[in-house]
Nanobody, 121 residues
Framework: QVQLVESGGGSVQTGGSLRLSCWTS?????MAWFRQAPGRKREGIAS????????WYSDSVKGRFTMSRDNWKTTAYLQMNNLEPDDSATYYC?????????????????WGQGTQVIVSS
């Protein structure tokens, strides 16, 4: 069993920044961040290949968000800059042994409990 624990959510104003963290009890090939706002489908926004740090992003966050991982490869981060109200959602960390470039929730086996991000205008 793989445990994922997210932290770092909160409330900010438009244009602000937050950094989310996700600790995993066991390394998996890929880690990713998804988000889900009320009434919307879960959206994959960023993923990282644990071995070499390769990253992929959705168009909605490219250029504003950066995913990284620590040297021990047990914690992944999501640096979120220039936040907008449409970024408000519950953010979930996920891990799996999949094709990391595919930001599809069905590809991920393990999920964190979620952390809320609220961006006010």
């Amino acid at each position: 069993q793989v445990q994922l624990v997210e932290s770092g959510g909160g409330s900010v104003q438009t244009g602000g920044s937050l950094r989310l963290s996700c600790w995993t009890s066991r390394q998996r090939i890929c880690m990713a961040w998804f988000r889900q706002a009320p009434g919307r489908k879960r959206e994959g926004i960023a993923s990282i290949r644990t071995a070499d740090g390769g990253t992929w992003y959705s168009d909605s966050v490219k250029g504003r968000f950066t995913m990284s991982r620590d040297n021990w490869k047990t914690t992944a981060y999501l640096q979120m800059n220039n936040l907008e109200p449409d970024d408000s959602a519950t953010y979930y960390c996920a891990a799996g042994s999949v094709v990391c470039a595919r930001l599809d929730p069905d590809n991920y086996d393990y999920w964190g409990q979620g952390t809320q991000v609220i961006v006010s205008s």
